[in-house]
């Protein structure tokens, strides 16, 4: 078995003059001809040599010259390179030998495994999908350098800057090769400084708060937001600009976003330039409707803008949203609403008129569901306010995949629109990427008062596919058990209403501190229902049993403060109450 070191780039300074020089590389040690005086003679026949796997009729096929022609040397080079541009071969040579073309050729091996040897940081399965050379592929040079750049940028992405990979072949019989990737991680790079440039209205620590960047400091290991990551750093040009946006000024820009290594090389300065113009308020606040059945005034109270505030480009999104589903909830599905911006420099306000007029009429033909292999369709189609049949409507989409995101049971959901059996209809396909709902956790400790304590708990988010939540949980120590059930059935009979309830139960032996053990167990039940699209209320109702047990002699006041007034003789067995609790009333978003 030998081992073949492959020398390319092996780190982001990949050099341009090697760059340069790889098509004359990949052309290896090919015989250009240098066959006697063949140029006015007559190819009568082709014949392949050294060839394994690919057949000769392949080879001829991409060949630039063919029997009965007249033989040339032009054609030949192309034919050269033609084979070398299938990435099938590592050597080609062609020879005249009399009237007959010899084209001989050394084919790639084929890859019988890929590995990766010191990947810690980065696990092996996003190795394996971000790399072209795959088991039963072809190899060749310019595949492998490319897949060692697509290696680097991988790390390049975690902010490991000083990264180095080194590919390498093993050799085995019939042609084949094993294809090892040894990677040299290093560290990872840091931001060591953010500055910003332009910014008046705003200080460096207000703009620090917005953007996903954060500089290195004592709790890096709690968050990899301190790792410079070239992708994080056109996020946080689109953040500045629209905290901007939302606070007035109107014409803001990011002009430029830099990050160099300081001089040490040890961390990144990052440096993002900002223009941000002048501070405009809203001007007059308009509807202008062109549908005689969508009244103008209908809709003022939707607005969320108003003439003299400082002008806010979320508050425009956000009205356009609010009002295209109130005209749909009054029958409308193709009302369409545009807002329009006149902006008065002179004044530095920006008028707004959202204009209502009637969109194109399409239907949902059909929705498809996809990439759930736990979760069942019902509960993703509960999600959604449309269904097979209703008006197409882009922002009720919108919103339905943003209640799917909110389930915590999708790692991503894509909605796609395709077109229908005809012009007026519409495909969607949901495609979405499940993730663990399951939850296993342990907890220990130590207590003055109880000795070693722990717990441990078990959680379900999506039980058995049907979005519900469960939890068991156990805890306790020398002197303390306890247990607590709780499950939530998000839609209660197919309706927008929660429900769910909560059990426990708990026994503590006070005996040394009171002279007695206690006992208690309960539960509740709860119901919820929405008020607003994001403002729930909640109602519960409770029941709960206390009981006091194995009273020792003089724990009357212990016991009166455990159980209240109902005892008044410490020679009491026991003590038992139970209680109700509730109704009670809870908002939350």
């Not at 239907?363 to 197409?392: C, Q, W």
């Not at 000795?451 to 002197?479: C, H, M, P, Y």
């Not at 005996?511 to 909640?538: D, I, Y």
């Not at 003590?575 to 109704?583: E, L, Y």
Request: proline share 4%.
């Amino acid at each position: 078995m030998h081992i073949i070191r492959i020398i390319l780039a092996s780190s982001l300074r990949v050099s341009l003059a090697l760059a340069a020089l790889a098509p004359v590389a990949a052309m290896g040690d090919a015989a250009w001809l240098s066959g006697p005086a063949f140029a006015q003679g007559v190819v009568k026949s082709i014949e392949v040599v050294g060839n394994r796997r690919v057949e000769p009729e392949t080879v001829r096929s991409y060949l630039q010259i063919s029997p009965g022609q007249t033989y040339s040397a032009a054609k030949v080079d192309a034919s050269i390179k033609s084979l070398f541009a299938t990435g099938l071969f590592a050597d080609v040579k062609i020879d005249p030998q009399g009237s007959t073309l010899v084209v001989t050729v050394k084919e790639n091996p084929v890859i019988n495994q890929v590995a990766f040897e010191g990947n810690s940081e980065v696990d092996t399965p996003t190795l394996t999908a971000e790399v072209q050379l795959k088991p039963r592929s072809v190899f060749t040079r310019a595949r492998a350098q490319g897949d060692v750049q697509r290696i680097l940028d991988v790390y390049r992405r975690q902010g490991r800057f000083a990264a180095a990979v080194e590919p390498k072949i093993i050799e085995l019989e019939q042609d084949r090769i094993n294809l090892v990737f040894e990677i040299t991680e290093g560290g990872a790079t840091k931001v060591k400084g953010i500055n910003f440039v332009g910014n008046r209205a705003f200080s460096d620590g207000q703009l620090r708060d917005i953007i996903s960047t954060t500089q290195t400091g004592w709790f890096d290991f709690l968050k990899g937001t301190s790792i410079y990551d070239p992708d994080r750093m056109s996020l946080d040009r689109e953040l500045i600009r629209q905290y901007y946006l939302k606070n007035g000024y109107a014409d803001a820009t990011v002009t430029a976003g830099n990050a160099e290594l300081d001089p040490d090389g040890t961390g990144f300065i990052i440096t993002f330039a900002v223009e941000e113009g002048e501070l405009y308020n809203f001007g007059a606040v308009n509807i202008e409707s062109s549908l005689a059945e969508v009244p103008a005034e209908a809709y003022t109270g939707e607005l969320l803008t108003a003439a003299g505030d400082v002008y806010n480009a979320s508050l425009i999104d956000k009205t356009t949203e609010k009002l295209t589903l109130a005209i749909a909830e009054k029958g409308y599905a193709f009302a369409r609403v545009r807002p329009r911006a006149v902006p008065d420099v002179s004044s530095h306000t920006i008028g707004i008129t959202y204009v209502v007029d009637e969109g194109p009429r399409i239907y949902i033909e059909r929705i498809n569901i996809v990439g759930n292999e736990r979760t069942k369709d019902h509960v993703i189609r509960r999600e959604f306010r449309l269904a097979e049949g209703d008006a197409y409507n882009p922002l009720m989409v919108d919103r339905a995949k943003k209640r799917l995101m909110g389930l915590g049971i999708f790692k991503a959901a894509e909605v796609k629109r395709r077109p229908g059996s005809s012009p007026d209809r519409v495909v969607l396909d949901v495609e979405l990427t499940e993730q663990s709902t399951g939850e296993l956790s342990f907890g220990a400790g130590f207590s003055t008062n109880e000795g070693v304590i722990g717990d441990v708990s078990i959680t379900e988010r999506n039980l058995l596919g049907n979005g519900q939540f469960l939890r068991l949980k156990l805890a306790g120590s020398f002197e303390r058990m306890q247990i607590d059930l709780s499950f939530t059935e998000p839609r209660f009979l197919d309706r927008n209403l929660s429900a769910g309830f909560d059990l426990y139960h708990k026994e503590v032996d006070q005996t040394k501190q009171s002279g007695f053990k206690q006992r208690k167990s309960g539960g509740q039940v709860r119901l919820g229902f929405p008020l607003a699209e994001n403002l729930w209320m909640q109602t519960h109702y409770g029941l709960s049993r206390d009981e006091i047990y194995d009273v020792s002699p003089g724990a009357s006041l212990a016991i009166k403060e455990a159980c209240g007034d109902t005892v008044l003789n410490a020679a009491a067995a026991n003590c038992v109450r139970t209680k109700p609790t509730g109704p009670h009333w809870l908002a939350r978003r």
